[in-house]
């Protein structure tokens, strides 16, 4: 496994696979690596000529009062379990050659970035897009592996890819969870015992209104309103949004409709940890 740390060098490496008729797979994540960022590199190992793993703590995506600083980076660590998971190139810059000064452009990103995160992180998503777009203009990836567990952050990125014409192939991989249900996430490790034992509500809630729906109810606010009940039976716990939107469009729904598929997302905080999930449900499916 190669570590490059420069962006020209990435992208004078990735011409030289292309020219090579590599094909190139690309997992971006901000490091601290777990199960899921693993999951996602095995579904991109399958596929992939060439691996590739970016590693980045992208300052543009984070507000001012948000975790920028103390966002573990256990870079020695990472770098032994991205070798060991079949990665060949970890691309690991730094802030400074990413956002050198002068830099200003950045992308907008449209409507489904308005809501829920969006509208929680304000400038979150068009800095994730900037970003993203710039590590696929370095990388030349042929596909793209993101995780379900950020689905906005997804639909976002395929919005992007369809309007700029971005030759790269996204494909996404499901959420992996611990076995209480929480998924894994590099913000866990700032959970104390009792907190995380409190998290196992997001999953809970989610599952509720699945079951719900299972069950045959329509109604979003009743089923908004039942996943917050069980958010809430734990102590400490702050709702900082729970919705349904439809999966595929993003936009928000009062009354779920048969053959489609909708998402509960659902973000709290507990402490001073946020912590986000989701789940997809079809009425009077039930989905795993
Ligand atoms: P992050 O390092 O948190 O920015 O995540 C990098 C990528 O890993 C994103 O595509 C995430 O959606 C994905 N990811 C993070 N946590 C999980 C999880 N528990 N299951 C599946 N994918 C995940």
Redesign the pocket.
């Known amino acids: 496994m190669r570590i490059i740390k420069d962006p020209s060098e990435m992208q004078s490496v990735s011409e030289k696979l292309r020219l090579r008729h590599q094909f190139i797979a690309i997992?971006?994540?901000?490091?601290?690596?777990?199960?899921?960022?693993l999951?996602?590199l095995k579904l991109a190992r399958e596929k992939a000529g060439t691996l590739i793993l970016t590693i980045f703590v992208n300052p543009r995506q984070f507000g001012p009062k948000e975790d920028f600083q103390r966002y573990p980076r256990p870079f020695e660590k990472d770098a032994s379990m991205a070798k060991a998971a079949g990665v060949d190139y970890l691309f690991a810059p730094e802030p400074e050659t990413m956002y050198p000064d002068g830099f200003e452009t950045r992308v907008s990103t449209g409507t489904v970035a308005d809501g829920f995160e969006g509208a929680t992180r304000p400038g979150h998503f068009d800095g994730m897009a900037t970003v993203v777009l710039k590590f696929l203009m370095l990388t030349k990836p042929h596909l793209a592996?993101?995780?379900?567990?950020?689905a906005q952050?997804?639909a976002i990125i395929r919005t992007m890819v369809r309007d700029f014409n971005i030759d790269t192939r996204i494909i996404e991989?499901?959420?992996?969870?611990e076995e209480d249900g929480l998924?894994?996430?590099?913000?866990n490790i700032y959970l104390s015992s009792i907190e995380r034992t409190q998290s196992a509500v997001l999953y809970r809630g989610i599952r509720e209104a699945r079951d719900l729906v299972a069950g045959g109810e329509t109604d979003a606010a009743r089923l908004v309103e039942a996943a917050e009940s069980v958010i809430r039976s734990a102590e400490d716990t702050v709702i900082d949004y729970v919705g349904i939107v439809d999966a595929e469009t993003f936009a928000v729904v009062e009354t779920l409709e048969r053959d489609r598929t909708y998402r509960i997302l659902v973000a709290v905080r507990i402490g001073s940890t946020r912590l986000i999930d989701n789940g997809t449900f079809r009425v009077g499916e039930t989905v795993n």
């Open positions: 997992v971006m994540t901000m490091g601290a690596l777990h199960e899921g960022h999951s996602l592996v993101f995780g379900e567990k950020d952050q997804l991989a499901p959420i992996m969870r998924a894994t996430s590099s913000r």
